[in-house]
Every structure is written in structure tokens, then in C-alpha cells.
């Protein structure tokens, strides 16, 4: 039958059945897509949905609801006050939960709402023409449908029109021009409208030089569903949106249209009036759940603060134990006369769960009983997610898989228990990797290590590292280093690795000339993913030949350290702060005194100015050795500034201090850094910086000593794994140097 209108939207099941779907329609008004019935938005959640999408025109006939996957509606100027049925998620139209992956809001399911926010929704209500609809949700045909379905959809479609695809082929002109965008914003607002061409992706293909007539077309029909979920996100919950390409509506124009060359695309958009927020709710919540101060009434309306609204309702209670909790309900109303959205959200709490079995897929060469111990699932105890993430970083810190994919079970298991599903894919068996530092007077630096995981079967890892300094450089001699590291995860406990090390090495540096072995056997206890300490049993022998002659010395000692790691971003942060300190008691035999090592490193880091386009970063780093005398101490242990790590613009190692007129190494010692970190572009930074370091006789800084400094200018080119960094610098005061100093490197200098 030849369809007369379009009020129905239909679906084809698995058997190409036709199911009809419900489709709220209002009375005609203005609205921005002709080619669409008033009213009818509806978004489809492809993880979960899978059937092909078609629109068939139907008069008549009840209105069904085949499949509860569906919502829809928007706000319009037409209706003063409008029952919006938004998709939040959970069990009100959606089947979802924190079972899966789509977690948007913390670990709540909170589905993005209107004419398909979500990525891998599609806008699939559309006017039929000739009793066949296709809309542009072509584009998400992959995502939408499984392998034989896309198949089976791919063979329809094919049949249909490819006797018209060919001739269109063969029509295509040979020459094909840029095309010209015209974008005109009510009201003037200049930060919407550099928001609206920074969401579009019509602007994105100019920027890109795109000519290909389908793939203007195809963003320009993309860009109604971003651009009405931009406004929606900026309070805009009335807006009026036309695209037209070469004059014709967008939203009209086939995917198999015979447009090869775009002249120009005009971007008409009446944003409507900005809402806020009126009557808001969510109840119930668990006890200390703290919403979003932006969910209240009278602050600016946006999609994203019912989000995280309803996010942290349902985060409250999961992390009381409520594994299962979610969204039950949900009513928002745009008012528009008031300019008010008013929100009232259900919450379904569910049963307070315990964690129940770890059910493991395998697909590892690691032992199965190696994994069970390694990620220690607290069964038995009540279930929380910070303890179900920690399972997961268990797994990952390892540094064995390339994929950890820890879920919760779809069920309640027996006796309300919450059980985990665990997937692991192993990364490659080994890694090599190279670094290379360059300092003008200290010369050239190269390292390289090698790396075997999963070296027993057990998660356990072995690495050989090595390095060759001062190549090339100007004050001292060559200096390398061999080293080796089996570490084993989970020894002492899920938390407790087992670290075993080895090292050769000789340091031919200015005032001495160093060859030592040492090796040492610990523990590392990883109390969070910010905190860890460990403790080992070590020795090492030396030779040395310094300004007191020819020694040896043997060195038996407890290192210990805590490492605390605050910072937002491990590679290049903009806030918080990073301590190093190590502590390590030892007996000296042969040449050395015994003594008690004492080294702390503490880094800060404030962003300021918009978007953290100004970082100051400053560090403090200390050191003292109590008990031996500097005669008695390996000079590789006594302290000295100057340096990329130390003082920037002066020597490295050239501060030091002189006792009886021998010099050497201090026992105590302090540096300032500080520096400035301007943003210039995304990639780009610039930066300033002033170095000082002191270097004293005694280790209570009460005796003599030397201090230096240094200053410059650096660039820093962003990399995504750490900036390339350049340093130029200068001496500023001290008389240890002169002349600039050049570094170049991977990473801040801290």
C-alpha cells in the first residue's frame, strides 16, 4: 500500500518482520527539519539495539510499543509546558546498568538525552517517501547492527540501488571545488557561535578541505543532532536549527542524491531563550551523597549537571553497597513561559550486595592461580567500587596485560551477592626502548633497557638497563651503568612485590673515579594508587680513586622510601604535588664509616588563568648524611649541585666543597627550582626558570658551604607522552660557570 503520510516510525526485527513503534506527534509548527514529522525525535541505543531502522508511512492503527529501547520529544515554543520523557537510563527505557562499559557520569549509566547525545545514537524518525524511508542513519549502520544483520541490510540496499549508484558514478564531474559556509547566529552571542563552529562538523570539513559532495552532505546532516545537543548542553532548550546545502535542506537530501560538488552550506540557528533550572529533585540518597551545587533552582539548566546529578545519586549508593542501584524514573518539564526546567528524578537503590565468585575467561598465559592472587577480590566483604577498581590496577600494574576488562555480573548471585566477570589479554612478551639527553658541556647521554614479561608464568617481569653518560663531555670522563630487575607481583600479599636488583657501574667524573657492584633484595607495598613504600636489604663495593687517594669501601644497608604522587598528570601536571624521600641506615666496612642517608625530593604544581594556561611549578629538593666524615663517605653517596637535575646553567657536579683543601663531595646539600610554564598553543609552552643549590661540609647545614645558581628559558613541544624539552641557560651567580648551558630532553626537568 502507498503510504499518505508520516506519523508512524517501523522497525524490522531479526525475521524482517515489521514492527511499528510509537511516535509522539504534535500539532504542525515551525520546526528545522521539513523532511521530518513535527515532534517525532526519537534515539536508539545501538550498543543494545539491533535492529535495521527503516521509516514506513502509515494512516491509522494503534499506537505500540514494540521495543522499550525507545524514548523521545523535544522542548518547542508551541507548547508552554512540555512532559519531556528524557533518557537518563537504568530501567526506564532503557536496559542498562553499571553491568557495562557505558558509564558517562562516574559509574552511573546516565544516558545522554535528546535527538541522540549519546555517540553511536542515531536520529531514525524521518519522512517516507514512495514507501521506502532512507535517512542518513546510514552512517551508523556498523554500530547498529551485527555482522549478519549489516549483511542481510547490506544485500537489500544493494538490490535497490545500485543500478542507480552505477549511473550516478558515471555522471560525477571531474572537478570539484571548495565550498563557502555562511553561519548565522540570533542574538549575536560570539562565545556560542565559536562553540556552535567548533562542534561542527561542516566547519571541520572545510578546515580539512574536504570536496566530496556525500561527505559534505553527510556532516552537514550529523551536525543537526551536535548542534542541538550543544545548545542543549548551554540551556538553549528551544532552539530553531536550518542547514542548507546549495539551498536545499539537509535533512531532506538522500544519501544516494547525486550532489558531487557543494557550493555552499548555510547554517541558520535561533537558539531560543536560555532556561534554568526551577523545581529539582532526586530522591532517594544514600547518606552523604552530595549533589552538584549547579543542580539547584535558579542556577543555568544543561543536560550535563542532571547528569552528574543523577550520577552521584546512584554513586552514593553504590558505594554503600547498592551494586544494582539506578535510575527508576524521571520527570523533566520545560516551562517555557517561566524559562525554567524543572527535574524530578526516581532512584531505585536496589539490595545492599556482597562481592560474590570471580569468574575468570582465561585468555591469558598467566597461571589462573596467579591471577586469582594477584587481583584479590575481597569476597564475602560488601560490595564497593573502589575496591572492585583496585582489582582491576592490581592486574594492570603488573604491567602483563594489554586489556583488563573486570565487569559486574548481569544477575544478583545467591544470597545477594554481586559476582565479577574477568577478561585478560596479554600485552607482548618483550619490549625494548631507547633515551637520549644532550647537555653542551656534559655532552650526550644514551639508555636503552629490555624488558620480558611474564617471565615464569606468574605476572613476574625481568628488565636490563643501560646507560652511557658524558659522551663527548667537556669536564670529565665516560660514565655507564648495567643494571637488572626481576620484580614478582604479589609476594607478601596482593599488594607486596617482590623486587630483586643488580648493578655494575663507573662514574669517571671530575673530582673522582668510580667502579662499584651492589645488589639488593625487597619489598614494594602499594597502599593506594598514590602511595607506596618499600624497604630492602642491599651491598655494594667500591673502588675508588679520588683527591684522597686510592680506596675501597663496603656498604651494607636497609633502603626504605615512600613515594607519594599527588599530581593530576603524571607526564606534564598542572596541580598537585609529587615526594620522593629515601632513607637508608648502613654499615660501612674497609674505607667507609657506617652512617644513616637521608634524601627527600618534594615537587608543586598551581595552574592558573583559564584553562591552566600559566602553571607555576616549584621543588625543594634536601639531603644530609649523618655520622661519617666526608673521608669515610663514597663520594658517589656525598652530594654536589650543578646540572640538569640540580642547577640549570652551571656545571654539572661543579659545586661542591673544599676541606683542608682537598675537594669533594659535601655532606649536606639544598636546591630551589622554580618555574613558569606559559601555554602558547595545544603543543607549544614556553618557560622560564631559576635554579640555586647549596652544598655544605657538615650535614646540619651549620658549617661552610657554597651556593650557586642559574636561570633561562625553555621551550616545551607536547608529544602526548611527555614534552620534548629544550633549556637554554646561564649562570646567575656562584663562580662555578660561565657561559650558556643547552639541554635537551623527554619530559620536565621535574
Known amino acids: 500500500m502507498m503510504p499518505t503520510a508520516a506519523n508512524d516510525l517501523f522497525l524490522l526485527d531479526d525475521n524482517w518482520r515489521r514492527v511499528r513503534a510509537r511516535c509522539h506527534v504534535s500539532p504542525p ?92 545514537l542515531g536520529l531514525v524518525c524521518f519522512k517516507a517517501e514512495q514507501g521506502f524511508g532512507v535517512t542518513w542513519l546510514l552512517g551508523s549502520l556498523r554500530p547498529c547492527l551485527g555482522k549478519r544483520m549489516r549483511q542481510r541490510a547490506i544485500g537489500v540496499l544493494f538490490a ?29 552571542d560570539e562565545d556560542l557561535r565559536d562553540r556552535i563552529s567548533g562542534s561542527s562538523l561542516i566547519f571541520a570539513a572545510k578546515t580539512e578541505g574536504t570536496t ?35 539551498g536545499q535542506e539537509a535533512a531532506a537530501i538522500s544519501p544516494f542524491a547525486n550532489i558531487a560538488n557543494v557550493r555552499n552550506v548555510a547554517i541558520e540557528i535561533n537558539p531560543g531563550p536560555r532556561f534554568d533550572f526551577g523545581k529539582t529533585q532526586v530522591a532517594p540518597i544514600a547518606p552523604e551523597t552530595e549533589l552538584p551545587k549547579e543542580f539547584a533552582t535558579g542556577e543555568r539548566a544543561s543536560l550535563s549537571v542532571i547528569q552528574n546529578a543523577a550520577g552521584a545519586a546512584v554513586d552514593g549508593w553504590r558505594a554503600v553497597g547498592h551494586a544494582k542501584a539506578d535510575i527508576s524514573d524521571q520527570k523533566i518539564t520545560a516551562n517555557h513561559p517561566e524559562k525554567q526546567l524543572d527535574v524530578d528524578l526516581k532512584v531505585a537503590p536496589g539490595p545492599q550486595l556482597a562481592f560474590g565468585n570471580l569468574i575468570y575467561t582465561g ?51 545467591p544470597n545477594d551477592t554481586q559476582d565479577m566477570t574477568l577478561s585478560l589479554v596479554d600485552d607482548l612478551p618483550r619490549r625494548i626502548g631507547f633515551g637520549a639527553e644532550l647537555e653542551s658541556r656534559d655532552g650526550l647521554g644514551l639508555s636503552a633497557f629490555w624488558l620480558h614479561r611474564n617471565l615464569l608464568g606468574g605476572a613476574e617481569s ?6 652511557v653518560e658524558n659522551i663527548g663531555g667537556q669536564n670529565s670522563g665516560m660514565d655507564w651503568r648495567l643494571g637488572a630487575l626481576y620484580t614478582r607481583p604479589a609476594t607478601l600479599g596482593a599488594d607486596t612485590d617482590l623486587l630483586i636488583g643488580a648493578e655494575i657501574k663507573q662514574e669517571d667524573e671530575e673530582l673522582y673515579f668510580l667502579r662499584q657492584a651492589g645488589m639488593q633484595v625487597g619489598f614494594r607495598r602499594y597502599h593506594s594508587e598514590r602511595l607506596e613504600t618499600r624497604a630492602a636489604f642491599g651491598f655494594r663495593f667500591s673502588e675508588v680513586e679520588d683527591n684522597f687517594g686510592n680506596r675501597n669501601f663496603a656498604i651494607y644497608g636497609i633502603p626504605s622510601g615512600v613515594t607519594w604522587d599527588m599530581r593530576d598528570n603524571f607526564a606534564n601536571p598542572t596541580r598537585g604535588y609529587y615526594l620522593l624521600a629515601d632513607v637508608v641506615p648502613y654499615l660501612g666496612q674497609k674505607d667507609a664509616d657506617s652512617g644513616l642517608y637521608l634524601k627527600a625530593d618534594l615537587r608543586g604544581y598551581r595552574g592558573i588563568m583559564e584553562e591552566n594556561r600559566v602553571v607555576l611549578a616549584g621543588r625543594v629538593q634536601i639531603g644530609s648524611i649523618l655520622g661519617p666524615s666526608i673521608r669515610g663517605t663514597p663520594p658517589d653517596m656525598l652530594f654536589y649541585t650543578g646540572g640538569g637535575d640540580t642547577v640549570r646553567g652551571q656545571p654539572y657536579q661543579s659545586n661542591f666543597v673544599t676541606v683542608n683543601g682537598i675537594d669533594s663531595g659535601g655532606l649536606s646539600f639544598l636546591t630551589l627550582s622554580g618555574e613558569v610554564r606559559v601555554k602558547i598553543t595545544d603543543h607549544i609552552s614556553t618557560v622560564a626558570f631559576y635554579d640555586a643549590g647549596f652544598v655544605g661540609e657538615s650535614s646540619d647545614f651549620s658549617g661552610a658551604g657554597n651556593w650557586h645558581s642559574g636561570a633561562g ?31 635537551i630532553g623527554i619530559g620536565h626537568a621535574f
Open 212 to 246: 566530496d559532495g556525500q561527505d559534505i552532505i553527510a556532516a552537514a546532516q550529523s551536525d543537526y543532532k551536535r548542534l542541538v545537543s550543544l545548545l542543549y548542553e548551554q540551556g538553549y532548550f528551544g532552539p530553531d536549527i536550518r542547514i542548507r546545502v546549495n
Open 462 to 467: 625481568l628488565r636490563f638497563d643501560a646507560s
Open 29 to 120: 509548527i515551525s520546526h528545522p527539519h521539513p523532511a521530518l514529522p513535527a515532534r517525532c525525535y526519537f534515539a536508539i541505543n545501538t550498543l543494545n539495539f539491533r535492529y535495521l531502522v527503516r521509516g514506513i508511512s502509515r494512516v491509522g492503527g494503534p499506537w505500540k510499543t514494540p521495543n522499550k529501547r525507545i524514548s523521545g520529544a523535544r522542548p518547542t515554543h508551541s507548547q508552554p509546558n512540555t512532559t519531556h520523557p528524557i533518557l537518563i537510563g537504568g530501567r526506564h527505557g532503557l536496559e542498562s546498568s553499571h553491568k557495562g562499559k557505558t558509564h558517562i557520569a562516574g559509574n552511573s549509566p546516565i544516558w545522554r538525552l535528546f535527538y541522540g547525545q549519546l555517540p553511536n
Open 363 to 413: 585468555q591469558s598465559k598467566v597461571r589462573e592461580k596467579r591471577v586469582r592472587k594477584i587481583a584479590d577480590l575481597p569476597t564475602g566483604e560488601t560490595f564497593d567500587p573502589e575496591k572492585a577498581k583496585r582489582v582491576a590496577t592490581r592486574l594492570r600494574r603488573t604491567g602483563t596485560f594489554r586489556s583488563v576488562d573486570l565487569r559486574e555480573a548481569e544477575d544478583i548471585g
Open 160 to 188: 535497490k540501488f545500485a543500478p542507480a549508484a552505477l549511473v550516478a558514478l558515471c555522471l560525477l564531474p571531474t572537478q570539484l571545488s571548495a565550498f563557502e559556509i555562511a553561519l548565522n547566529v540570533a542574538g549575536n
Open 713 to 743: 628559558l625553555g621551550v616545551r613541544y607536547n608529544t602526548g607522552f611527555g614534552p620534548l624539552r629544550v633549556d637554554l641557560a646561564t649562570p646567575v651567580s656562584g663562580s662555578t660557570g660561565n657561559g650558556l648551558q643547552l639541554y
